[in-house]
């Protein structure tokens, strides 16, 4: 597709050419996961080639061709005047060359064209050989690549954990020289670009890194505090709550849910400000209510990153439930149906299983549950309803809180395999709450 987008703009006579992460990925041997194009041709131009485009960003040059189910980025050559924002050029100015173009862009390796028929690759600011030599580095002038738009300090920390690369040493103290300007990003920026250090492999390096630069205490301080924060080594000898994380981090795969990652990221986030020396509780290190306090403080992180309420409830619900398993083979039936009824239980059993084995290693609990979803019927679990609240009416009972209680207990019943049909239902409902619904009916 980009392809063919690039022969109609060299068949108007245009100048065309892949560009950024896409070269990359390429000489990477990657498949990229989209294209941009970067033309001489003026955004109103693009736009009267390409009907089907939008003009997601014709401020800055920047057009959107959605065709096949897939959308190709068309920039137009530019140089960037001014970033009063942090984020966006206070202009552009159009350019007639690539070269001039890529100036402007954040890394070396971001910065490298090539021709879309014949692969050959333009460079003018050494990514190939930063490619070759796995490395960072701001095109230009760090600090002013830096200032131009803050997220690149992110990005760099990302890209160097995504491809195992180290970032060069200038560009790396240029990060530590801005880093309190990374306030300046959007939180939902921010959101986004966490979530792909998260998601997209090399998490545990991307958190290290993060840590290294400074930029951690700056976007999630909460994290930073979990370093030095000793933890019983009978539950886990692996060390602090800081190590226990980056070594589930480690553990997860590349593409996992945004939600797991972040239910990981953020499980043990209470344990810090409730931690109790051995001294203190008389036998050993105790987290007390590190669970709910956990749920508040991923809940404000949260909401300061922007996460959808959806999200957002995902991950507190992982957050809350990660010590549960520990009690998996006492619960009673009704108790562990509701349990791995769950949404997006899956989750849940990946982050245990992972809490696990990033700590005693112990996964007794983990296949218990498994076994128990692999035996169980999913009607057994989720079983239909046999009552409501009409049904209770037609009994005689009158609407009250008790309706509630009544319905709680059967499926209770229900789930314990106690009852089984209506009939069973109603005469259980008759034995358990007859007095106390005549009771309430004539009140």
Known sequence: MANSICETLLGRGYQALLVGGCVRDLLLGHEPADYDVSTDATPEQVMALFPESVAVGAQFGVILIPRDGLKVEVATFRSDVGHGDGRHPDSV????????????????????????????????????????????????????????????????????????????????????????????????????????????GGARQAFELLDETWLLQQVLPEIGAMKGVEQ??????????????????????????????????????????????????????????????????????????????????????????HMKFGAVEGMRASTLKRFVRQPRFEEHLALHRLDCLSSHRNLNSYEFVRRFMEVTPPEQVRPERLLTGDDLQEMGFRPSPLFRQILQALEDAQLEGQIRTREEAKQYVLREYGAKGREASSR
């Open 232 to 321: 019983p080594a009978q539950f886990h000898p692996e060390g602090d709550v800081w190590i226990h994380t980056l070594m589930m981090l480690e553990g997860l795969p590349s593409g996992s849910p945004a939600t797991l990652a972040w239910g990981v990221l953020l499980h043990d986030v209470g344990k810090p400000p409730t931690f109790q020396s051995a001294v203190e509780t008389g036998d050993r290190i105790r987290f007390n209510n590190h669970v709910e306090v956990g749920v508040r403080m991923a809940e404000a992180i949260c909401q300061r990153l922007r996460f959808s309420n959806e999200d957002t409830e995902q991950i507190l619900a992982l957050v809350d439930n």
């Open 93 to 200: 100015v159009y350019s007639k060359t690539a070269q001039e173009d890529v100036q402007r862009r954040d890394l070396t390796i971001n910065g490298l064209l090539m021709r879309h028929d014949s692969g050959e690759v333009l460079d003018y600011v050494g990514g190939q050989a930063d490619l070759q030599a796995k490395v960072i580095r701001a095109i230009g002038e760090p600090d002013r690549r830096f200032k131009e738009d803050k997220l690149r300090m992110m990005r760099a920390v990302r890209f160097a954990a995504r491809f195992g690369f180290k970032i060069e040493e200038e560009t790396f103290r240029a990060i530590r020289r801005h880093v309190a300007e990374v306030h300046q990003v959007s939180p939902e920026r921010l959101r986004e670009e966490l979530t792909k250090m998260l998601t997209e």
